[in-house]
């Protein structure tokens, strides 16, 4: 059974760029997590998706991040203008459903200059 | 804003010997989880206890659950250098989960 895929796997870009990352959950899994963790915390959650409805987005900035999840399967998480406190390592992770177990993907490791 | 807390916060021991971590939680949970991460790399899910369980084995993995103090704690028994990563709680909350700040747990071989 093939993992949570993620891409790209490092993205260097400059503060007020913009930047995409991709998530492909474990087929099947109706719940998408989006988190971001910066260097020596614990993943904070930015969205959840059930299906391709948002479940929980209370932690998103949204002046400048922005996520879909059409047909609810592939995922996009945006950050549209980036800032330095951006980087962090984003984290997505599918479940079967609501608070079950969670599988992550190996992440994407971004740093704004 | 995260539900769990870890303690320690970092953990060092040798080979060989136990390491238990802690894990505090403020609201009612339907469950807890437990994930490893390896540096730099994603997170592994490790054990998961339901609010009604008191205690789960998973191989050298022992999870406690008490509810009514709001903790959990992870013990690891005969450790190896290979366990060396951070240690995560994950608190199931009402709506949605939330993950606390984490152990490093270093084992010297």
């Known amino acids: 059974e093939a993992g949570v895929a993620q891409s790209p796997r490092y993205k260097i870009i400059e503060k007020r760029q913009s930047v995409a990352f991709w998530c492909n959950p474990i087929?099947?899994?109706?719940?998408l997590y989006w988190y971001q963790q910066i260097l020596g915390q614990g993943p904070k959650l930015l969205i959840q998706?059930?299906?391709?409805?948002?479940?929980?987005d209370s932690q998103l900035p949204k002046d400048r991040f922005s996520a879909e999840r059409l047909k609810g399967v592939d995922s996009t998480l945006k950050i549209q203008p980036a800032k330095l406190e951006d980087s962090a390592v984003y984290l997505c992770?599918?479940?079967?459903?609501?608070?079950?177990?969670?599988?992550f993907g190996p992440g994407t490791r971004l740093l704004v200059l | 804003s995260q539900q769990g807390e870890e303690d320690p916060q970092a953990l060092s021991i040798q080979e060989g010997e136990n390491a238990t971590m802690n894990c505090s939680y403020k609201?009612?949970?339907?469950?807890l989880q437990w994930y490893r991460q390896n540096s730099g790399r994603g997170l592994v899910h490790l054990i998961l206890i339901r609010s009604n369980e008191r205690e789960k084995h998973s191989g050298r993995l022992r999870v406690t659950l008490d509810t009514s103090k709001k903790s959990s704690s992870l013990l690891i028994t005969a450790s190896r250098a290979a366990d060396t990563a951070s240690y995560f709680c994950?608190?199931?909350?009402?709506?949605?989960?939330?993950f606390g700040a984490g152990t490093r747990l270093t084992v010297k071989p």
């Open positions: 992770a599918s479940s079967l459903g609501r608070q079950e177990t969670q599988y």
């Open positions: 087929s099947g899994h109706a719940t």
């Open positions: 994950a608190t199931a909350e009402v709506a949605d989960m939330r």
């Open positions: 998706f059930q299906n391709n409805g948002v479940v929980d």
């Open positions: 609201t009612s949970i339907n469950n």
